[in-house]
T-cell receptor
Framework: AQTVTQSQPEMSVQEAETVTLSCTYD???????LFWYKQPPSRQMILVIR??????QNATENRFSVNFQKAAKSFSLKISDSQLGDAAMYFC????????????FGKGITLSVRP | GAGVSQSPSNKVTEKGKDVELRCDPI?????LYWYRQRLGQGLEFLIY????????KSGLPSDRFSAERTGESVSTLTIQRTQQEDSAVYLC??????????FGPGTRLTVT
Protein backbone atom coordinates (compact mmCIF):
# COMPACT_ATOMS: atom_id res chain seq x y z
CA ALA A 1 0.00 0.00 0.00
CA GLN A 2 1.09 3.52 -0.66
CA THR A 3 1.77 5.99 2.14
CA VAL A 4 2.29 9.75 2.11
CA THR A 5 4.16 11.53 4.88
CA GLN A 6 4.13 15.21 5.72
CA SER A 7 6.29 15.56 8.80
CA GLN A 8 5.93 19.30 9.36
CA PRO A 9 2.56 20.12 10.98
CA GLU A 10 2.94 23.89 10.68
CA MET A 11 4.99 26.46 8.83
CA SER A 12 5.03 30.22 8.69
CA VAL A 13 6.29 32.56 5.99
CA GLN A 14 6.61 36.30 5.62
CA GLU A 15 4.50 37.85 2.89
CA ALA A 16 6.45 38.07 -0.42
CA GLU A 17 8.98 35.48 0.75
CA THR A 18 9.43 31.90 -0.45
CA VAL A 19 8.48 28.78 1.48
CA THR A 20 8.97 25.09 0.80
CA LEU A 21 6.60 22.40 2.06
CA SER A 22 7.97 18.86 2.32
CA CYS A 23 6.39 15.56 1.37
CA THR A 24 7.71 12.03 1.06
CA TYR A 25 5.89 8.95 -0.11
CA ASP A 26 6.34 5.23 -0.34
CA UNK A 27 5.28 3.06 -3.25
CA UNK A 28 6.41 0.05 -5.23
CA UNK A 29 4.82 1.39 -8.39
CA UNK A 30 6.81 3.08 -11.13
CA UNK A 31 4.06 5.13 -12.71
CA UNK A 32 1.77 7.36 -10.66
CA UNK A 33 0.63 10.93 -10.04
CA LEU A 34 1.47 13.28 -7.20
CA PHE A 35 -0.58 16.29 -6.18
CA TRP A 36 -0.61 19.23 -3.84
CA TYR A 37 -4.03 20.37 -2.67
CA LYS A 38 -4.86 23.54 -0.76
CA GLN A 39 -7.67 23.59 1.80
CA PRO A 40 -8.67 27.02 3.12
CA PRO A 41 -11.05 27.38 6.09
CA SER A 42 -13.96 27.05 3.66
CA ARG A 43 -13.04 23.31 3.49
CA GLN A 44 -12.97 23.40 -0.31
CA MET A 45 -10.09 21.28 -1.60
CA ILE A 46 -8.34 23.10 -4.41
CA LEU A 47 -5.81 21.45 -6.70
CA VAL A 48 -2.59 23.46 -6.67
CA ILE A 49 -0.29 21.40 -8.86
CA ARG A 50 0.09 17.94 -10.37
CA UNK A 51 3.17 15.91 -11.27
CA UNK A 52 3.24 12.78 -13.41
CA UNK A 53 5.93 10.38 -12.27
CA UNK A 54 7.15 9.53 -15.76
CA UNK A 55 7.94 13.19 -16.44
CA UNK A 56 11.39 14.28 -15.31
CA GLN A 57 10.57 17.97 -15.59
CA ASN A 58 9.24 19.55 -12.42
CA ALA A 59 5.72 20.95 -12.70
CA THR A 60 5.14 24.68 -12.29
CA GLU A 61 1.98 26.74 -11.98
CA ASN A 62 2.63 30.46 -11.68
CA ARG A 63 4.08 31.00 -8.17
CA PHE A 64 3.91 27.30 -7.33
CA SER A 65 6.53 24.77 -8.32
CA VAL A 66 7.60 21.33 -7.18
CA ASN A 67 10.87 19.56 -6.62
CA PHE A 68 10.17 15.97 -7.61
CA GLN A 69 12.91 13.52 -6.68
CA LYS A 70 11.65 10.13 -7.85
CA ALA A 71 14.53 8.04 -6.53
CA ALA A 72 14.26 9.65 -3.11
CA LYS A 73 10.44 9.54 -3.25
CA SER A 74 10.28 13.18 -2.34
CA PHE A 75 7.82 15.78 -3.62
CA SER A 76 8.15 19.26 -2.14
CA LEU A 77 6.11 22.35 -2.98
CA LYS A 78 7.71 25.75 -3.31
CA ILE A 79 5.54 28.84 -3.02
CA SER A 80 7.23 31.99 -4.28
CA ASP A 81 6.19 35.55 -3.47
CA SER A 82 3.86 34.32 -0.73
CA GLN A 83 0.53 36.10 -0.44
CA LEU A 84 -1.91 36.37 2.45
CA GLY A 85 -4.36 34.27 0.45
CA ASP A 86 -1.91 31.37 0.45
CA ALA A 87 -2.63 30.76 4.13
CA ALA A 88 -4.34 27.37 4.33
CA MET A 89 -3.75 23.70 4.95
CA TYR A 90 -1.76 22.00 2.22
CA PHE A 91 -2.03 18.31 1.50
CA CYS A 92 0.28 16.14 -0.52
CA UNK A 93 -1.48 13.26 -2.28
CA UNK A 94 -0.60 10.19 -4.32
CA UNK A 95 -2.61 8.41 -6.98
CA UNK A 96 -1.84 5.26 -8.88
CA UNK A 97 -2.11 5.32 -12.62
CA UNK A 98 -4.26 2.20 -12.55
CA UNK A 99 -8.00 1.74 -12.64
CA UNK A 100 -8.76 2.52 -8.99
CA UNK A 101 -7.76 6.12 -8.86
CA UNK A 102 -8.36 6.95 -5.21
CA UNK A 103 -6.12 9.56 -3.66
CA UNK A 104 -3.90 8.76 -0.68
CA PHE A 105 -3.29 11.87 1.39
CA GLY A 106 -0.70 13.01 3.89
CA LYS A 107 -1.82 14.56 7.17
CA GLY A 108 -1.35 18.06 5.87
CA ILE A 109 0.57 21.15 6.89
CA THR A 110 -0.87 24.42 8.12
CA LEU A 111 0.75 27.38 6.40
CA SER A 112 0.40 30.84 7.90
CA VAL A 113 1.51 34.00 6.10
CA ARG A 114 2.70 36.95 8.16
CA PRO A 115 1.89 40.42 6.77
CA GLY B 1 -20.21 25.47 -14.82
CA ALA B 2 -21.49 24.14 -11.49
CA GLY B 3 -19.06 22.32 -9.27
CA VAL B 4 -19.59 19.40 -6.93
CA SER B 5 -22.25 20.16 -4.36
CA GLN B 6 -22.94 18.45 -1.06
CA SER B 7 -25.77 18.63 1.41
CA PRO B 8 -26.28 19.32 4.18
CA SER B 9 -23.36 21.60 4.89
CA ASN B 10 -23.49 20.74 8.55
CA LYS B 11 -25.28 17.96 10.40
CA VAL B 12 -25.58 17.43 14.13
CA THR B 13 -27.05 14.12 15.21
CA GLU B 14 -27.42 12.09 18.35
CA LYS B 15 -25.41 8.96 18.89
CA GLY B 16 -27.28 5.95 17.56
CA LYS B 17 -29.21 7.82 14.87
CA ASP B 18 -28.82 7.19 11.14
CA VAL B 19 -27.65 9.97 8.83
CA GLU B 20 -27.67 10.38 5.08
CA LEU B 21 -25.25 12.65 3.24
CA ARG B 22 -25.74 13.69 -0.36
CA CYS B 23 -23.34 14.45 -3.18
CA ASP B 24 -24.17 15.94 -6.58
CA PRO B 25 -21.19 15.48 -8.90
CA ILE B 26 -20.26 17.60 -11.88
CA UNK B 27 -22.48 16.68 -14.81
CA UNK B 28 -20.81 14.13 -17.06
CA UNK B 29 -18.29 12.97 -14.49
CA UNK B 30 -18.23 9.20 -14.47
CA UNK B 31 -16.22 8.70 -11.29
CA LEU B 32 -17.31 9.65 -7.78
CA TYR B 33 -15.38 9.32 -4.52
CA TRP B 34 -16.19 9.72 -0.85
CA TYR B 35 -13.51 10.67 1.67
CA ARG B 36 -13.57 11.29 5.41
CA GLN B 37 -11.48 13.98 7.09
CA ARG B 38 -11.14 13.82 10.84
CA LEU B 39 -10.13 16.97 12.70
CA GLY B 40 -6.55 17.94 11.87
CA GLN B 41 -6.04 14.94 9.63
CA GLY B 42 -5.73 14.21 5.96
CA LEU B 43 -8.48 12.66 3.90
CA GLU B 44 -9.22 8.94 4.17
CA PHE B 45 -10.69 7.15 1.17
CA LEU B 46 -14.08 5.54 1.79
CA ILE B 47 -15.63 4.40 -1.48
CA TYR B 48 -15.29 4.86 -5.24
CA UNK B 49 -17.87 4.58 -8.02
CA UNK B 50 -16.86 4.36 -11.68
CA UNK B 51 -19.67 4.27 -14.21
CA UNK B 52 -21.64 1.04 -14.03
CA UNK B 53 -18.80 -0.96 -12.50
CA UNK B 54 -19.06 -2.47 -9.03
CA UNK B 55 -17.98 0.15 -6.49
CA UNK B 56 -14.70 -0.13 -4.61
CA LYS B 57 -15.80 -0.25 -0.98
CA SER B 58 -12.40 -1.08 0.44
CA GLY B 59 -12.18 2.10 2.51
CA LEU B 60 -15.48 1.80 4.37
CA PRO B 61 -14.55 1.52 8.08
CA SER B 62 -17.44 -0.69 9.17
CA ASP B 63 -20.70 -2.22 7.99
CA ARG B 64 -22.51 0.78 9.43
CA PHE B 65 -21.30 2.72 6.41
CA SER B 66 -22.85 2.29 2.98
CA ALA B 67 -23.17 4.34 -0.18
CA GLU B 68 -25.21 4.28 -3.33
CA ARG B 69 -25.03 6.02 -6.64
CA THR B 70 -27.75 6.17 -9.26
CA GLY B 71 -26.11 5.88 -12.68
CA GLU B 72 -23.68 8.73 -13.08
CA SER B 73 -25.56 11.18 -10.90
CA VAL B 74 -26.29 11.71 -7.23
CA SER B 75 -24.67 9.64 -4.51
CA THR B 76 -25.73 9.18 -0.92
CA LEU B 77 -23.51 8.07 1.94
CA THR B 78 -25.43 6.52 4.82
CA ILE B 79 -24.08 6.00 8.30
CA GLN B 80 -26.24 3.83 10.54
CA ARG B 81 -26.22 3.91 14.34
CA THR B 82 -23.78 6.81 14.40
CA GLN B 83 -20.97 6.84 16.95
CA GLN B 84 -18.96 9.77 18.25
CA GLU B 85 -15.91 8.62 16.30
CA ASP B 86 -17.92 9.18 13.10
CA SER B 87 -17.67 12.93 13.70
CA ALA B 88 -15.70 14.32 10.76
CA VAL B 89 -16.02 16.21 7.52
CA TYR B 90 -17.21 13.99 4.68
CA LEU B 91 -15.96 15.11 1.30
CA CYS B 92 -17.14 14.02 -2.09
CA UNK B 93 -15.17 14.34 -5.32
CA UNK B 94 -15.91 13.59 -8.95
CA UNK B 95 -13.80 13.17 -12.05
CA UNK B 96 -14.19 12.34 -15.70
CA UNK B 97 -12.71 8.88 -16.02
CA UNK B 98 -9.31 9.05 -14.34
CA UNK B 99 -8.49 12.73 -14.67
CA UNK B 100 -8.15 15.07 -11.73
CA UNK B 101 -10.71 15.00 -8.93
CA UNK B 102 -12.89 17.99 -8.15
CA PHE B 103 -14.03 18.25 -4.56
CA GLY B 104 -17.23 19.48 -3.00
CA PRO B 105 -17.32 21.68 0.12
CA GLY B 106 -17.99 18.74 2.40
CA THR B 107 -20.52 17.94 5.10
CA ARG B 108 -19.41 18.47 8.69
CA LEU B 109 -20.97 15.72 10.80
CA THR B 110 -21.08 16.07 14.55
CA VAL B 111 -22.31 13.16 16.64
CA THR B 112 -23.30 14.14 20.17
Amino acid sequence: AQTVTQSQPEMSVQEAETVTLSCTYDTSESDYYLFWYKQPPSRQMILVIRQEAYKQQNATENRFSVNFQKAAKSFSLKISDSQLGDAAMYFCAYRSRGANSKLTFGKGITLSVRP
Amino acid sequence: GAGVSQSPSNKVTEKGKDVELRCDPISGHTALYWYRQRLGQGLEFLIYFQGNSAPDKSGLPSDRFSAERTGESVSTLTIQRTQQEDSAVYLCASSFRVTEQYFGPGTRLTVT
